[in-house]
């Protein structure tokens, strides 16, 4: 069915296609971090910033082939995630969600007024090629994206079903009594950070290589708040509901123009979440997010 989609569809339901299987990908990552393990992030738009910005830069200064550069985004992203996750032991609920929230500001910043990155110009995509293959078109990128986010997918699923998977879910549920049982758990949680970030760091090549241009302004905060609604979305802790809410959120998110503020739902999303706070409260706003008090 998904082979046969670019004989049926017109190009443009093509571009959203792919908008959404990126889309499902960073779902992934998030499911990996907040359904799994029970952990919040505000920065996600940081990581997505940091691989696409990895994969083009490594295409255009070094020559790096794109499936190598691909490979290195999500490498550079993981190592942030690790970095990131280190001081995140330390905290929770909200006050992991204010330092991750700091994180993505601080990326966009800097992306912002670093020469490197092409300040607020941005950067345009060099023509891709894969093998003897021109990614030039909507169509031979749509096979590319949808194949690999294929098989991520897989891969995450496979992973849920190992001793790694079994670790996040317990530190989930409870992390003294995963602890108990012979779970690191300093090392689990840094370790789903770095997993979670590397997924999305792969979305953000893969974005780049399917818009031809990155610039700052895409990696907002209110993308990082679509990239958590969408794991609540599809439901805490299950895959199929990570992509299904992937793919409602992307469609809305590209039919409203995202490369721009939010005009519609962003605000809503900020007005609920505040309102959510004053009245949830900070103390309580961990057991909500782990599903227990």
Request: hydrophobic content about 55%.
């Given at each position: 069915?998904?082979?046969?989609?670019?004989?049926?569809?017109?190009?443009?339901?093509?571009?959203?296609?792919?908008?959404m299987?990126?889309f499902?990908?960073?779902?992934l990552g998030?499911?990996?971090?907040?359904g799994?393990?029970?952990?919040?992030?505000?920065?996600?738009?940081?990581?997505?910033?940091?691989?696409?910005?990895t994969?083009v830069?490594?295409?255009?200064?070094?020559?790096?082939?794109?499936?190598?550069?691909?490979?290195?985004?999500?490498?550079?992203?993981?190592?942030?995630?690790?970095?990131?996750?280190?001081p995140?032991?330390?905290?929770?609920?909200?006050?992991?969600?204010?330092?991750?929230?700091?994180?993505?500001?601080a990326?966009t910043?800097?992306?912002a007024h670093?020469?490197?990155?092409g300040?607020?110009?941005?950067?345009?995509?060099?023509?891709?090629t894969?093998g003897?293959?021109?990614?030039?078109?909507?169509?031979?990128?749509?096979?590319?994206?949808?194949?690999?986010?294929?098989?991520?997918?897989?891969?995450?699923?496979?992973?849920?079903a190992?001793?790694?998977?079994?670790?996040?879910?317990?530190?989930?549920?409870?992390?003294?009594?995963?602890?108990?049982?012979?779970?690191?758990?300093?090392?689990?949680?840094t370790?789903?950070?770095?997993?979670?970030?590397?997924?999305?760091?792969?979305a953000?090549?893969l974005?780049?290589?399917?818009?031809g241009?990155?610039?700052?302004?895409?990696f907002?905060?209110?993308?990082?708040?679509?990239?958590?609604?969408?794991?609540?979305?599809?439901?805490?802790?299950?895959?199929?509901?990570?992509?299904?809410?992937?793919?409602?959120?992307?469609?809305?998110?590209?039919?409203?123009d995202?490369?721009?503020?939010f005009?519609?739902?962003?605000?809503?999303l900020?007005?609920?979440?505040?309102?959510?706070?004053?009245?949830?409260?900070?103390?309580?706003?961990g057991?909500?997010?782990?599903?227990?008090?």
């Open positions: 069915m998904l082979i046969s989609l670019p004989l049926i569809l017109p190009g443009y339901r093509i571009f959203t296609f792919n908008y299987a990126v499902v990908i960073v779902g998030m499911n990996v971090l907040v799994d393990t029970g952990q919040v992030s505000l920065g996600h738009a940081g990581f997505l910033a940091i691989g696409a910005y994969m830069l490594l295409m255009t200064r070094l020559a790096v082939p794109f499936p190598v550069a691909l490979v290195m985004a999500g490498f550079v992203s993981a190592l942030f995630g690790f970095l990131l996750g280190l995140a032991l330390r905290l929770a609920g909200p006050y992991l969600a204010i330092a991750t929230l700091g994180f993505g500001l990326v910043q800097i992306i670093s020469a490197l990155f300040g607020h110009m941005g950067l345009v995509v060099p023509d891709t894969l003897p293959f021109q990614l030039s078109g909507d169509v031979s990128k749509y096979y590319v994206i949808v194949g690999i986010t294929f098989l991520l997918a897989l891969g995450v699923r496979n992973l849920s190992t001793r790694v998977g079994r670790a996040f879910r317990a530190i989930r549920d409870s992390e003294i009594a995963a602890a108990t049982m012979g779970v690191d758990v300093s090392y689990y949680k370790l789903s950070f770095a997993v979670s970030a590397a997924l999305t760091g792969i953000g090549g974005l780049a290589l399917m818009t241009f990155i610039s700052p302004g895409v907002t905060f209110t993308l990082s708040l679509m990239f958590l609604a969408m794991v609540v979305f599809g439901g805490l802790g299950s895959i199929t509901g990570a992509v299904l809410g992937s793919i409602v959120m992307g469609y809305l998110n590209l039919e409203m995202a490369f721009q503020e005009p519609i739902l962003g605000p809503a900020e007005g609920f979440s505040e309102r959510f706070m004053s009245t949830v409260g900070l103390p309580n706003f057991w909500v997010v782990r599903g227990k008090r």
